[in-house]
């Protein structure tokens, strides 16, 4: 099950400043070809957008091409329509929730229309061994990571069961910001793992943050909420957020395809971009789990990038 809601930036590779940018789309304007030869053709957004794998038709649906989830051995593939709110300031936002599920679950944007705010949402099941070589293959990535960990005692869930012995779950809810070239430009994890059945034992958490290593990134967090009970004591979510800001990727696509480019970016008089993450986990005694997450991304090329989530049993 899936409620979403979103929206959107970019990441970026070589700085530019307004005067730089500006400059670089006056010599593709006034470019002029040989009086005696044909008008040279003039660039346009939508084939800036083709050369990215990104295509956009007459009813404002922008769709991505390059997508992680076509090398993955999903089952029970769905496709849905997902309705987004747009905020005051005009951006959409994307959120979901997966409630009551035992295999690993994955889900893709594949299409967003920014007029409407609604989200084409890719969403499957994949067996453990293909989530944990997915898992390895991201987590190997190399790129600026942070995993800080901490852990918590807990009391029994009634009284008269310390003497039960402790067996433990864990659980973990993964979002990734894409690039064009289906590159994961950040992603934040939090995992939790727990005491079942009513022992009393230990709560653990992390909250494992990436950032792709070639661009230059400024990093707020991750942050972690905390141990929370639940109000009828029958289980524990931990969540945890970061804020990532980088300008090298609108940079590169500026740099790249110049003045068609600047306009598939929204013509931003900025390279800057936002992205945020804001994920949860779930663990109840009985050894059920949910997850949750609220993502968003705005800034210079914002509608190239899409969103990502796994979800599953285990640690990441």
């Not at 494992?208 to 141990?227: I, N």
């Not at 068609?260 to 059920?288: I, K």
Request: charged share 10%; aromatic share 12%; net charge neutral.
């Amino acid at each position: 099950m899936f409620k979403i809601l979103q929206h959107r930036a970019i990441s970026p590779l070589i700085r530019f400043t307004a005067v730089g940018l500006a400059s670089a789309c006056a010599l593709t304007l006034t470019a002029v070809a040989p009086a005696t030869a044909a008008p040279l053709p003039q660039p346009t957004s939508t084939s800036a957008l083709e050369q990215l794998g990104i295509s956009v038709s007459a009813d404002g649906w922008i769709t991505y091409s390059k997508r992680q989830s076509s090398s993955l051995p999903l089952t029970d593939v769905t496709v849905t329509v997902v309705q987004g709110p747009r905020t005051p300031e005009g951006q959409c936002g994307i959120s979901g929730e997966v409630l009551a599920t035992t295999a690993p679950t994955y889900s893709e944007q594949i299409g967003f229309n920014p007029r409407s705010c609604e989200s084409r949402v890719l969403s499957g099941k994949l067996t453990q061994a293909a989530a944990d070589t997915l898992m390895a293959r991201l987590g190997s990535a190399g790129g600026s990571q942070s995993a800080a960990q901490t852990s918590t005692t807990v009391p029994a869930a009634r009284s008269g069961s310390a003497g039960i012995l402790t067996s433990y779950q864990s659980a973990h809810t993964t979002t990734q910001w894409i690039d064009p070239l289906n590159i994961t430009i950040t992603q934040q994890a939090i995992n939790l793992q727990w005491p079942l059945y009513g022992a009393g034992g230990t709560l653990s958490s992390s909250w494992p943050s990436y950032a792709f290593p070639y661009d230059g990134w400024t990093t707020y967090g991750p942050y972690f909420s905390g141990f929370n009970t639940l109000y009828d004591n029958s289980g524990w979510y931990v969540s945890a957020n970061s804020h990532f800001v980088n300008y090298d990727f609108a940079a590169l696509v500026y740099f790249l395809l110049g003045l068609s480019g600047w306009l598939a970016c929204g013509a931003h008089l900025t390279t800057r971009a936002d992205f945020y993450h804001n994920v949860q986990v779930t663990g109840y005694r009985s050894g059920g789990k949910n997850h949750w997450w609220s993502d968003s991304v705005n800034g210079a090329c914002s509608n190239l990038v899409h969103h990502a989530t796994l979800n599953g049993y285990g640690w990441w």
